[in-house]
């Protein structure tokens, strides 16, 4: 066995959609040659997609489009401005994007960005930047919205100038005091045509007896050509007018009281102020606001921590989340080539749904089919599907669990760059897992996120913690990781069936180690899904290097190598996340 050795690695970077990352090595077992020998075709491209537009009122949320919290680094700061980097977003200048300020996603971190916010395109990607032109700072946080596109989503243009609003002259804006509309300043107007124009100053929107306008909430005048991504919705779930009142007011910040964002730091919530819901009333917010979690509760506050007026109005979107667990099965109509296809509402027709999988030898307890391969995820055009990275057709019966979590801050992509990768390993930057060496994170190999791209990864992997952050490695602890190597990540937050197992004497046989966890002891139709750790906590450091997946005993569930021979390591740990209630082949939708 070779000197094992630290690498440092310095750089950062990180997007929650598509996420770019850097850090501190683990300590590793020799020097690492080059990158060993991999098929780099590319992957079967996707058929081009209709458009679907979505009714005007509000439809599931989940189908309202594409959203997820962007956070700030020194590798995506660009002066006044943060790189987005999303395939949705990527070269396409004519995208509609909605951003508010999230001063401590998922419970975690907490930076102020005290200045008017717009988007512009540049190039190739759009960015979050600063109006007054101020450095954007590294930390700061934003809820990010790609909408489906619509009749109700669109690019608004200030026509004349001198005023302090503009009106929104548009049928879904006229005659409906009650409609609630979300704005975002946008300095390229659309196609990438620059517009050049600076909405320097706190907006909103008000009801003028005829039209929804967008004005500047300390009366200066709008600029001729300003520009505004503006989203119409009507109220319903998640869609509603949120009024600041003595009671839910304190100091700088009103807070929202609502089931969808109650208890749930890893909500993302769109605002916009409102002078007059309804039409009715009339109360200022002059300030640059933004959302924050209180550890119960959302709140809408103003960065510059100015109190927040008693009666003034926000309207807000909260996205109702789904999720779903289920079984897979491979059969003869739904595979072909090295991949069988997902069927289910969740992912089908959906590009950026984030699914995760292990297999599963005997489902319910019944049968056992082996798939001895490394696996992934990808986007065929219409479906999502598993597929073998090797290219070998999966047998029929071959099963797998499939996870689809709430679209919420929990779940991102994070992607392989040069500057988060080095040797062997790829560095996660993200407020949920950095400096939490008890973060349990689990992870899937994503061949073409947002069915855009494609990078194979034929290795097994797993996930490791630096002393600082957490990284997704290769197991064999040898091959370079890939540039654009892409993997689905989840971060649950702790409960009873997320929890760390490690391979002992006493739980281990031959290939496999049994897991004891109530919630899955006894229970065929338990849903396990399952990624090698290295170091849990941050201590210790054992490698898994072997095609995994579970199986149930009679009595328990266990982790083990598809191979049939190769013996669990003591010390091997996974971490795992188990279902309890579901019924086999029925799969339900948590809502």
Request: proline share 8%.
């Amino acid at each position: 066995m070779s000197t094992k050795f630290i690498r440092f690695v310095a750089a950062l970077a990180v997007l929650v959609s598509i996420v770019g990352n850097t850090g501190v090595a683990r300590a590793d077992r020799g020097a690492l040659p080059s990158v060993s020998a991999q098929n780099l075709e590319p992957r079967r491209a996707p058929e081009p997609q209709p458009l679907d537009i979505p009714a005007l009122t509000i439809p599931p949320a989940s189908s309202l489009g594409v959203q997820f919290v962007h956070v700030v680094t020194a590798a995506n700061i660009s002066g006044d401005g943060t790189i987005i980097d999303h395939p949705l977003t990527n070269g396409n200048p004519d995208a509609i994007i909605f951003v508010t300020p999230n001063w401590n996603p998922g419970s975690v971190g907490g930076t102020y960005d005290k200045h008017p916010i717009g988007v512009y395109y540049s190039g190739d990607k759009w960015r979050i930047f600063n109006q007054d032109l101020a450095t954007m700072p590294v930390g700061a946080a934003f809820n990010v919205l790609i909408p489906t596109p619509g009749a109700n989503v669109f690019v608004h243009t200030a026509a004349t100038s001198g005023s302090f609003a503009t009106q929104i002259d548009y049928p879904l804006t006229k005659g409906h005091p009650n409609a609630i509309i979300l704005v975002t300043p946008n300095y390229d107007k659309t196609g990438g045509v620059c517009g050049c124009v600076y909405a320097n100053f706190p907006i909103g929107v008000y009801y003028n007896g005829f039209v929804w306008a967008i004005f500047n909430q300390d009366m200066t005048a709008i600029p001729l050509d300003a520009s505004f991504n503006v989203f119409v919705l009507t109220a319903g779930a998640g869609v509603f007018v949120h009024k600041a009142t003595p009671g839910n007011s304190t100091d700088d910040y009103t807070k929202i009281d609502n089931p969808l964002t109650n208890g749930n730091p890893n909500a993302i919530v769109f605002v916009t102020p409102n002078r007059n819901p309804g039409g009715v009333g009339g109360t200022n917010d002059q300030h640059n606001i933004g959302v924050w979690y209180d550890g119960s509760k959302w709140a809408i506050f103003n960065q510059d921590t100015t109190a927040i007026p008693v009666n003034s109005a926000f309207n807000v979107l909260v996205l109702v989340p789904s999720s779903d667990i289920f079984v897979h099965t491979a059969t003869a109509g739904n595979r072909a080539g090295d991949y069988t296809k997902i069927d289910n509402a969740l992912t089908n027709g959906h590009p950026n749904a984030i699914v995760f999988t292990t297999p599963n030898w005997n489902p319910g307890g019944i049968g056992g089919t082996y798939n001895n391969h490394n696996i992934g995820v990808w986007y065929d055009g219409s479906q999502w599907a598993i597929f073998n990275q090797d290219f070998v057709l999966p047998l029929v019966n071959a099963a797998f669990n499939v996870l689809v979590p709430n679209p919420d801050t929990s779940v991102f992509v994070h992607k392989a760059t040069a500057g988060n990768s080095a040797g062997d390993y790829t560095t996660i930057d993200y407020p949920l897992t950095n400096g939490n060496p008890n973060a349990i994170v689990f992870v899937t190999p994503n061949y073409a996120p947002g069915g855009v791209g494609g990078t194979y990864d034929d290795l097994p992997i797993g996930v490791w913690y630096n002393g600082s952050k957490w990284a997704i490695f290769n197991q064999d602890n040898a091959t370079a990781m890939l540039v654009n190597a892409s993997f689905n990540v989840f971060v649950p937050p702790a409960s009873a069936g997320v929890f760390v197992h490690t391979a002992t004497l006493g739980n281990r046989a031959g290939d496999y180690t049994k897991i004891d966890n109530p919630l899955a002891n006894g229970n065929p139709n338990a849903i396990v899904v399952v990624t090698p750790n290295w170091n849990p906590g941050g201590v210790g450091g054992t490698y898994a290097n072997y095609r995994i997946g579970v199986w149930y005993t009679g009595t328990r569930w266990a982790i083990f190598n598809q191979d049939g021979s190769t013996a669990i390591p003591v010390g091997t740990s996974f971490n795992v996340y188990v279902d309890a209630n579901r019924k086999l082949y029925l799969p339900l939708v948590i809502r």
